[in-house]
């Protein structure tokens, strides 16, 4: 388990595409994960986008390290999120929060996993119905300065 510190850490690196593959932006029931690296090479993430539910405007972004260490979670269309109740908050910012029904996204918090959400901030995220402009704000979001090239197909039914 990483300290709060090491994953605050690990977040605010830079990172870059792994490799120049490019990749199409997922439809209603697939998922995507690309490859991220920190701009030293001496960390691996990987980038989700899960849009695995058949609701099409339902998607969920996330960046992973070490495979399965959730750092951040941004879901769209999807439940609120209930936090949890706790005597001692793990992080000072999240006290307003403690305990209420929030939209995510969510956070790595030590002790907690990506148990807390708090509200998408509005000031790097500009229309969360814009699904394939969402993942280059998440890239922006999780300084992913070298962004991989993702090809945005559609459907027919997807436009509006």
């Not at 899960?50 to 269309?77: A, G, P, S, V």
């Not at 509005?122 to 814009?130: C, G």
């Not at 969402?134 to 992913?144: G, H």
């Amino acid at each position: 388990m990483l300290t709060q510190k090491e994953a605050d850490d690990l977040f605010r690196l830079l990172k870059r595409k792994k490799n120049n593959e490019a990749y199409e932006f997922p439809l209603p029931g697939e998922l995507l994960v690309i490859p991220i690296i920190s701009n030293d090479e001496g960390h691996e993430f990987l980038i989700d986008v899960n849009r695995r539910q058949i609701t099409q405007m339902k998607c969920t972004y996330q960046e992973r390290y070490q495979k399965t260490i959730i750092l951040t979670r941004l879901d769209i269309n999807g439940p609120p999120h209930n936090n949890p109740a706790a005597n001692t908050i793990p992080v000072p910012y999240l006290e307003q929060y403690n305990g209420k029904t929030i939209n995510c996204p969510h956070f790595c918090i030590e002790g907690y996993m990506n148990k807390w959400a708090i509200p998408m901030p509005s000031d790097k995220f500009s229309n969360p119905n814009d699904l394939y402009n969402t993942l280059q704000e998440f890239f922006a979001y999780c300084n992913v300065v070298d962004r991989p090239r993702v090809n945005q197909i559609r459907r027919l039914d997807e436009y509006q």
